[in-house]
């Protein structure tokens, strides 16, 4: 095999399994021969976090995002604030303003009430510090053991009122990546809470919205190529698939990178690479070279990106690669199967 | 009590029960405890199958469903087919034109690869069929037992392009009530194959897409009052909700309603009213009075309501009766809980 980086891929097993959901290399190929190659389409194809269609002038954005998180509460949030946060952020990555919000859940029999109504509440409240109604929604129930507990599946439709268009295939080298904060929290915080562990100081989730950091750069007036938030695969997974679908390579420089010293001590232990791991409150912006150093400026002026750092540089090429502390360079591979679980 | 027609529900237990999700009245005690009370707004209150929000000038409809129906595939479609129609269908029941769509699948661990592909190919298949894109997604895998094969939850972003304002309140007494086809397919091709019950005749799902028939009304330029699809809780819980949020009574003529034979005779057999089974399929418009037999005529037109029926008007007072066969006076009450869970 001499496919550069990446390792081959084994063929796509008749069952689905756990791996698939990871968000890593195997659900591209899962996702790949199924539904994306079913679907084909423009909009699609453009692998972004949402989908763009302008109609009698208007250009409609639309997200969606099923949540399936476990534990449903974890420090810092609970799988309410996380869909609501997550579908917010998505049409944010989009440069779109979000408009309103739709829910659909499915309750397992037996799951009680007063859960669903925390969750209910959860979600509301997150609605509602940015402003956008939830307008639309649909329950279901399903007999004992064919859930868990509570599923919920988040839309997102928004606006986009600005002349960028914002897509990784906008990327182009020379252009600057920013990532707007520490990496690695929602993934640990989940995963302490699940499994009992017990690291030095409290982690909680990053879990917030988005929408005002990127508002903020459209305002200022900042030619943005790309934005992505850093959820699944975390930031690896993010910058993979951006170098792949817009042709470039991506160089990082590990130390611009923040990670908590909790979060990188809890990443010590499990043997984990916090590029790898999954954040709900994180994105990377990839701008004009020019812009650099005023989009800092004006994401450090917000407090959802007030750690914003220039994390590293788009060249010709392919693949994504790190200047270590030492000066060494490695490659940045996407996780290929699951890191964890039902992160998200 | 003397609260009329319907007799009083039981306090909500603490833990959800399979009959919350059958689309009945405990449905709507659960929703309204939990969802609805968390989330209120405007949008959410027009009790409407979708949400329409202007923005710029555009009216910008929105609605949500998960879909979880068993067995995944039954006679006339499944769970792929319906997933879109049902979304279709709910802007259509908003008026508006389907522009996109999104859809975000939970897989449970150990499901058939090929089986997705063929869900993932009857959405494609039904999605192409009305020239409507499915322009985002988001798949996520849970482990063994904590789901069922395949969930998918479908939205659909469309445009109103009239200047009718369709939703229950708009229904005032006078108004005429068109149904457009014979009741209750759905219900008892899916509970046949699911039951392994056979009976007289064969029974296909009457699951298609409805855009065409509204887009004939509102091209007619008919005064469209309200739209509803005939689903969970059929013709009896559509004209229920439409009755209590207009605030007015409607009045069946039975003998109007068509229900195919063998449809009828399962339901004889079952001990079930044929205005309770799921429609996927069909829908009743209310119009103005003055336009009820063009109204008929255009639908009549149109394959998809080409036994579209005059069913009934609307009146002052409350709740909703029906004039049986025989020349008597019943009430029609909305189904308690579940008639048959996991419908749709």
Same mark, same amino acid.
């Given at each position: 095999?001499?496919?550069?980086?990446?390792?081959?891929?084994? +063929?796509?097993?008749?069952?689905?399994? +756990?791996?698939?959901?990871?968000?890593?290399?195997?659900?591209?190929?899962?996702?790949?021969?199924?539904?994306?190659?079913?679907?084909?389409? !423009?909009?699609?194809?453009? *692998?972004?976090?949402?989908?763009?269609?302008?109609?009698?002038?208007?250009?409609?954005? @639309?997200?969606?995002?099923?949540?399936?998180?476990? $534990?449903?509460?974890?420090?810092?949030?609970? #799988?309410?604030?996380?869909?609501? /946060?997550?579908?917010?952020?998505?049409?944010?990555?989009?440069?779109?303003? $979000? +408009?309103?919000? @739709?829910?659909?859940?499915? #309750?397992?029999?037996?799951?009680?009430?007063?859960?669903?109504?925390?969750?209910?509440?959860?979600?509301?409240?997150?609605? =509602?510090?940015?402003?956008?109604?939830?307008?639309?929604?649909? @329950?279901?129930?399903?007999?004992?053991?064919?859930?868990?507990?509570?599923?919920?599946?988040?839309?997102?439709?928004?606006? %986009?009122?600005? $002349? #960028?268009?914002?897509?990784?295939? =906008?990327?182009?080298?020379?252009?600057?990546?920013?990532?707007?904060?520490?990496?690695? *929290?929602?993934?640990?915080?989940?995963?302490?809470?699940?499994?009992?562990?017990?690291?030095?100081?409290?982690?909680?989730?990053?879990?917030? !919205?988005?929408?005002? !950091?990127?508002?903020? +750069?459209?305002?200022?007036?900042?030619?943005?190529?790309?934005?992505?938030?850093?959820?699944?695969?975390?930031?690896?997974? &993010?910058?993979?698939?951006?170098?792949?679908?817009?042709?470039?390579?991506?160089?990082?420089?590990?130390?611009?990178?923040?990670?908590?010293?909790?979060?990188?001590?809890? %990443?010590?232990?499990?043997?984990?690479?916090?590029? /790898?791991?999954?954040?709900?409150? *994180?994105?990377?912006?990839?701008?004009?070279?020019?812009?650099?150093?005023?989009?800092?400026?004006? #994401?450090?002026?917000?407090?959802? &990106?007030?750690?914003?750092?220039?994390?590293?540089?788009?060249?010709?090429?392919?693949?994504?690669?790190?200047?270590?502390?030492?000066?060494?360079?490695?490659?940045?591979?996407?996780?290929?199967?699951?890191?964890?679980? =039902?992160?998200?």
């Amino acid at each position: 095999m001499t496919d550069g980086a990446s390792c081959a891929l084994p +063929l796509l097993p008749s069952l689905v399994t +756990l791996a698939h959901g990871g968000g890593g290399r195997l659900t591209e190929q899962l996702v790949d021969a199924t539904f994306r190659r079913a679907f084909d389409n !423009p909009a699609l194809a453009a *692998r972004h976090d949402g989908a763009v269609i302008a109609h009698a002038g208007v250009r409609i954005a @639309t997200t969606t995002d099923g949540y399936v998180v476990r $534990p449903i509460v974890f420090p810092g949030g609970d #799988l309410g604030s996380l869909a609501i /946060h997550g579908t917010i952020n998505d049409l944010a990555m989009c440069g779109a303003r $979000p +408009l309103m919000i @739709t829910a659909a859940v499915i #309750l397992e029999e037996g799951v009680a009430v007063d859960l669903v109504q925390r969750i209910a509440g959860s979600m509301a409240a997150a609605a =509602r510090a940015v402003g956008v109604p939830i307008v639309a929604g649909d @329950t279901k129930v399903v007999e004992r053991g064919k859930g868990d507990g509570i599923y919920v599946t988040t839309t997102g439709v928004g606006v %986009c009122e600005h $002349p #960028l268009d914002i897509q990784p295939a =906008r990327v182009v080298p020379g252009d600057a990546v920013l990532v707007s904060g520490d990496l690695g *929290r929602h993934g640990i915080a989940v995963m302490s809470a699940r499994e009992g562990l017990a690291f030095d100081g409290a982690i909680a989730s990053d879990s917030q !919205p988005l929408w005002a !950091p990127v508002a903020a +750069l459209l305002e200022a007036g900042i030619e943005v190529h790309c934005l992505r938030d850093l959820t699944r695969g975390g930031l690896a997974m &993010a910058l993979v698939e951006i170098a792949a679908t817009a042709r470039v390579a991506i160089e990082l420089r590990e130390r611009a990178l923040a990670v908590d010293p909790a979060v990188h001590g809890a %990443c010590e232990v499990l043997g984990l690479d916090p590029l /790898h791991v999954a954040n709900e409150g *994180r994105f990377a912006a990839i701008v004009h070279a020019e812009h650099a150093d005023r989009a800092l400026a004006v #994401l450090r002026a917000t407090r959802e &990106a007030a750690g914003a750092v220039l994390a590293g540089r788009v060249a010709s090429g392919e693949g994504v690669t790190s200047t270590t502390a030492i000066g060494t360079t490695r490659v940045v591979e996407a996780p290929r199967g699951e890191q964890l679980p =039902r992160i998200c």
